[in-house]
């Protein structure tokens, strides 16, 4: 079956500019996960979603950073007003919840200039 | 604050010797271990995991080793393929919401 899905691969942004992250996790996956990855560092929790539950948002760096999940599937991860340290891997996960295993997606690469 | 340390960025191993990744911890509460292998370009993927009420779990050439009482688990890999050259990450967890606590990473390079 389909894995789990980001888009885009890539992504270059101006500074300051607002920036769309999206995510299609496993069908069937109630738990989704939202990392950063920077340079030569570990992943970094930003986001967590379980079923209808409030999202555990512990992990978002600042208030420019938000992520929605609609439907219990798709998910955007969203930077206003970007900033060079936000540049780094995002990664995105999902899982059956009520298991350790997270299952990746390929990352989305944001380069802010 | 890093509860979750690999302390060796890469690590050189020649083929068909055995890697040995390390990973050290600092919350007692942890109660699962996994280890993830991740090539450039693409998301990490699972590679074998350990609760810790066990101190061995083998899998293939993949042995992960814990030791509660020195806070510290290990992967074995042998014999090493140049296949197994990627980024290894350590994570843990001990929360009843299964998030993961992830540390650096470790290059794992195999010489041929």
């Known amino acids: 079956g389909a894995g789990v899905s980001q888009s885009p691969s890539n992504k270059v942004t101006e500074k300051g500019k607002d920036v769309e992250l999206r995510c299609d996790p496993i069908?069937?996956?109630?738990?989704l996960y939202w990392y950063r990855q920077s340079l030569g560092q570990g992943l970094e929790f930003l986001i967590y979603f379980q079923g209808n539950s409030a999202p555990d948002k512990s992990g978002l760096p600042s208030d420019r950073f938000s992520a929605e999940r609609t439907g219990g599937s798709v998910s955007t991860l969203t930077i206003q007003r970007t900033q060079q340290e936000d540049s780094a891997v995002y990664l995105c996960a999902s899982n059956r919840g009520g298991y350790y295993e997270q299952f990746f997606g390929p990352g989305t690469r944001l380069t802010v200039l | 604050d890093q509860q979750v340390k690999q302390n060796s960025p890469s690590l050189s191993v020649q083929e068909g010797r055995i890697s040995i990744l390390n990973c050290d911890y600092t919350?007692?509460?942890?109660?699962?271990f996994l280890w993830y292998k991740k090539y450039p370009a693409e998301g990490p993927t699972f590679l074998i995991s350990i609760s810790s009420i066990k101190d061995k779990n083998e899998d293939g050439r993949f042995t992960v080793f814990l030791n509660k009482s020195a806070k510290h688990l290990s992967l074995h890999i042998v014999p090493s393929q140049p296949g197994d050259s990627a980024v290894y990450f350590c994570a843990a967890s001990g929360g009843s919401n299964y998030q993961l606590i992830w540390g650096a990473g470790t290059k794992l390079i195999i010489k041929p």
């Open positions: 069908s069937g996956h109630t738990a």
């Open positions: 919350n007692s509460m942890f109660d699962y």
